[in-house]
């Protein structure tokens, strides 16, 4: 019924920068909050940003001023660019999103496949 679909991901250099998109598809009636998280090889999921259908937005502490989470609600998309990119950083990033379908009353969350971030020289 729905679908996210991550892109965006790869290798890149301590300081360098990348921008992950999720797109969302099928049958949609309406996109609440949509966030991104990641998870570190041997460590928990942690939410990394949120931005809510009209547009105010969250962050963890760790990638306050180096990260950005926009939304194109034409689209279905959620963005995140990422610049100054540490060690870190490396993980793989999940979108999520809370979406009301055409045959729903209620929101559920959805998520998406991942998408691979490393950094490393």
């Known amino acids: 019924q729905v679908q996210l679909v991550e892109s965006g991901g790869g290798l890149v250099q301590p300081g360098g920068s990348l921008r992950l998109s999720c797109a969302a598809s099928?049958?949609?009636?309406?996109?609440?909050?949509m966030a991104w998280y990641r998870q570190a090889p041997g460590k928990q999921r942690e939410l990394v940003a949120t931005?809510?259908?009209?547009?105010?937005?969250n962050y963890a502490d760790s990638v306050k001023d180096r990260f950005t989470i926009s939304r194109d609600n034409a689209k279905s998309t959620v963005y995140l660019q990422m610049n100054s990119l540490r060690p870190q950083d490396t993980a793989v990033y999940y979108c999520k999103a809370q979406i009301v379908t055409f045959d729903s009353t209620t929101s559920r969350a959805y998520w998406g496949q991942g998408t691979q971030v490393t950094v490393s020289s």
């Open positions: 099928g049958t949609i009636f309406s996109i609440y909050a």
């Open positions: 931005i809510t259908s009209g547009g105010s937005t």
